[in-house]
């Protein structure tokens, strides 16, 4: 079967990976000219490349992890030490850590926090742990029901104080989901703290050893098209066209540079584009359906994402870290932490300024100067003094509306892959899956909608469904 996907993220790419396993063609539409969506990624005149977020694979991305490996590119993570880093904006240029045994879990994330001394109190310590107890023994249940609070507002009920939230849940509330915990839903934390805490490599960071562009999305593309399918850049899509039943009658494709409108038809239709480009996008007679009309309840947060070349080494530290400050969210040294950026003598930092709500419309000037000022407190070392570091060049990527902005009451809103419209079809980590806005969700929901449309849509003598079904293992414990 035919099946024209709108949209070249990892989502769409998932979706499209997974359906050429179970015998179907996809024919991935991207309107830009990159791979990736919200993982492009861009080379400048120098040769250098800058990306559209910080990404750091976690040992709780299953999904991913089974699609790296099934893709033959497993090896192109490279696993860090396990450990969370955090900045001490009380004492500049000091980190502390939380070094995670490698024991059972979740004895190896208990053990972290019992060891660190510098951020919480064993009062503090205590009264978290009992307020986890719940999440822990009543499972998924009890974290859905808690999308009805804010994080804050979970911890309050917990009894754990608001030390705890600006020691370590504002560095991690900004790093997961780009706003603060007074904004968060309390199940987006909660379900990212089950993962960590049942699985026994779930907080192991990664990076990618470059680019997503060429290192993650480019092997998608090649595993697809190798096997039938179909990957086009450079056609946006202008409307979606509709048979008198409401049935989608195709895609719609705008012509650039002169070209003539196409129409690319299909059994069967996936918008794998971002919530609010698809709300803008529905046909008139969908509007009118709750099933979409519940979209309205869901709208991308903004981001900004840094990157910032030196004329010198800033540190040596080959891992993400929370910056704990008022603007930044996490950063890494990345010519430390990925192969292909690799430089011994000079810095690239890359940084994610959240939240962005009240910078996203400032210059690119106005941004860099005051990442600036919030470096100066993070290496004192190196911008104090007769012969402070030297910013070489800088790159600001904006994404004016980026994962779905996870508040209390949004997890109502996300939609089931499977729509009210017979051959229209959802994928995009904002649908309805176990994980938050991320990679993982990103990749999973475009598994989903690939096991729906099989169900629909099966292809005879096909051997590969099971594939989407079976629970993959992580590998981070070999990285």
């Known amino acids: 079967m035919r099946v024209a996907i709108a949209g070249a993220g990892l989502a769409g790419l998932s979706c499209a990976k997974y359906l050429t396993d179970a015998g179907h063609t996809p024919i991935v539409l991207e309107s830009r000219d990159v791979l990736g969506g919200l993982v492009a990624a861009w080379k400048d005149s120098d040769g250098d490349w800058y990306e559209t977020g910080l990404h750091a694979f976690f040992g709780a991305y299953p999904n991913m992890l089974q699609m790296l490996k099934e893709l033959g590119i497993e090896d192109r993570l490279q696993w860090k030490e396990h450990t969370l880093i955090f900045n001490q904006p009380d004492k500049p240029g000091t980190l502390s850590r939380f070094d995670v045994p490698d024991i059972p879990s979740p004895f190896n994330v208990i053990a972290s926090i019992l060891r660190n001394k510098d951020m919480l109190t064993w009062e503090q310590k205590i009264r978290f742990a009992v307020g986890l107890l719940p999440a822990v023994v009543r499972g998924q249940k009890y ?27 504002i560095a991690a509330c900004k790093a997961l989901t780009f706003i603060n915990p007074d904004e968060v839903s309390a199940t987006i934390l909660l379900t990212a703290l089950n993962r960590f805490l049942q699985e026994r490599y779930g907080s192991k960071i990664a990076f990618l050893d470059g680019s997503p562009t060429e290192r993650l999305c480019s092997p998608i593309v090649d595993y697809i098209t190798e096997r039938g399918g179909e990957v086009r850049l450079n056609v946006p899509l202008k409307e979606i066209l509709l048979n008198a039943d409401g049935t989608v009658k195709g895609y719609l494709i705008r012509g650039l ?76 040294d990345m010519s430390n932490t990925c192969r292909e950026y690799a ?32 470096l100066e407190k993070l290496f004192p070392d190196h911008f104090g003094g007769d012969n402070p570091a030297t910013l070489l060049k800088s790159h600001v990527v904006k994404t004016p509306r980026s994962v779905y902005k996870a508040t209390p009451g949004r997890q109502q809103y996300r939609p089931a892959q499977v729509t009210p419209i017979a051959n229209f079809y959802l994928a995009g980590s904002y649908t309805m899956q176990r994980y938050l806005g ?24 096909s051997s590969n469904l099971q594939t989407l079904t079976r629970p993959p293992a992580t590998n981070a414990a070999t990285a």
Do not use: C
């Not at 099933?291 to 080959?318: A, C, M, S, Y």
């Not at 994610?352 to 919030?374: F, N």
């Open 143 to 169: 974290v859905e029901e808690m999308d009805k609070y804010s994080f804050l507002d979970w911890l309050k009920r917990q009894g754990v104080d608001e030390r705890v939230t600006s020691d370590v849940f």
């Open 438 to 461: 991320s990679m993982e969700g990103a990749v999973l929901s475009g598994k989903l909608t690939a096991q729906a449309i099989s169900e629909a849509l099966p292809v005879a003598n």
């Open 343 to 374: 430089n011994p003598n000079r810095s690239m930092l890359e940084l994610v300024l959240a939240p962005a709500k009240d910078w996203i419309a400032k210059s690119d000037e106005e941004i860099v100067s005051a990442t600036l000022a919030e």
């Open 257 to 332: 540079n002169g070209a003539e409108d196409e129409v690319v038809t299909a059994d069967a239709y996936v918008s794998a584009i971002s919530v609010d480009p698809l709300k803008v996008m529905l046909p008139k007679p969908w509007k009118l359906m709750e099933f979409f009309q519940k979209l309205e309840g869901l709208e991308g947060v903004p981001v900004i994402n840094l990157h910032l070349w030196f004329d010198r080494k800033l540190t040596d530290i080959d891992h993400l870290l929370f910056s704990r400050s008022p603007l930044l969210s996490v950063y890494a």
